[in-house]
């Protein structure tokens, strides 16, 4: 047998230079496809629900929330098991499906049943959202945004560098489900009452915030016929930004006492500030020559992949964005990958 398969490869041996060139386009065609990772991703199906609730309790989040989710969760086909978490303002709970689920059919009938379960929380508690489709291998990429000393870039600004650029730039390649900010403060624009000037003018904390609500609108006037054109009317009353979004904070009226005006201004104090936070991010770093220097706090991101996507591919692709993001940053600020799971593979 061996000998016959010899002669008919030696007499064609044409035909098998063919055949062999032929696997060995067909190979460096699909390399580039395969759906490479560092290490196995053993996670069962799952879907995450998670729901902020500021200012609650672990108990009330538990009664008023969570049960509430995890009730309908189990009238779902192929749940294997449905567990939760609940703490102090914050309902973590996760919906597990039979081995060989469709990961998109899942999150589909999670969606539709959150819908029946958000009718039964409190108005004004919270509002249950689907987590990102990632496993707990899903972090394959992380950076660090590193602003000179003397740019002027504190670790607010580079939060929201992170939060409305980067994080808008990354999120089109292909593979990519999310992108998590760590560190830094969140900017916000803050209205301190002054108790006792509410109580002088007979105002309530609601009525600010009726106020704050009510100016910052834009509204439509639809069309106004100008002999052959038509303009457009619209008025505007959104607050800018900055400094001068704070002036336009102050001037917010609030009632009339006599022939005076009192305004956002005469009973709060504006400025911009940051929400309070869990946590921060600090890095340490040992050079090749051991050295070891301390880079104290930092601001970092996170690139989830997304589940059943290539992280070669994904990683590839992120990194074909850097220099559109190096040129999109201001100058003195620095994109600075620490870990890549390509790297790995």
């Known amino acids: 047998m061996f000998a016959w398969l010899i002669s008919r490869a030696v007499k064609l041996r044409f035909v098998l230079l063919l055949v062999l060139v032929g696997l060995c386009v067909m190979a460096a065609l699909m390399i580039p496809r395969l759906n490479l990772d560092a290490f196995p991703d053993v996670t069962n199906i799952q879907v995450a629900i998670n ?108 939060r929201s560098l992170n939060d409305y650029l980067i994080k808008l730039m990354l999120m089109p390649v292909d593979g990519i489900t999310d992108v998590l900010s760590f560190g830094g403060y969140v900017r916000q624009y803050q209205v301190n009452l002054y108790p006792n000037r509410l109580l002088s003018y007979n105002l309530t904390q609601q009525d600010v915030v009726d106020a704050l609500s009510r100016n910052n609108n834009n509204a439509g006037g639809w069309y106004m016929q100008r002999g052959p054109e038509q303009l457009v009317i619209r008025g505007t009353g959104w607050l800018s930004s900055d400094q001068q979004a704070l002036e336009e904070l102050k001037q917010i009226p609030l009632k009339t006492a006599g022939s005076a005006i009192v305004t956002v201004g005469d009973v709060a104090q504006i400025r911009i500030g940051s929400e309070i936070r869990q946590g921060a991010v600090t890095m340490t770093m040992k050079h090749p020559d051991g050295s070891i220097s301390n880079r104290g706090e930092v601001v970092s991101g996170v690139v989830l992949k997304r589940m059943g996507a290539n992280t070669n591919a994904t990683i590839e692709g992120i990194n074909a964005r850097l220099d559109l993001i190096a040129r999109a940053l201001p100058e003195g600020v620095h994109f600075e990958p620490y870990y890549d799971q390509a790297d790995l593979i």
């Open 51 to 158: 729901t902020e609730a500021p200012g609650l309790a672990a108990e009330e989040v538990e009664q008023l929330i969570t049960y509430p989710i995890e009730a309908v969760m189990y009238a779902l086909p192929d749940v294997e098991e449905v567990r939760s978490i609940s703490k102090t303002g914050l309902s973590g709970i996760t919906v597990v499906f039979k081995e060989g689920t469709d990961i998109y059919f899942a999150r589909q009938l999670v969606f539709e049943r959150l819908q029946v379960a958000a009718g039964m929380i409190p108005e004004g508690v919270g509002v249950p959202a689907i987590g990102p489709n990632t496993s707990g291998l899903g972090q394959v990429y992380q950076y660090l945004l590193i602003a000179e000393p003397d740019s002027g870039f504190d670790s607010m600004a580079l």
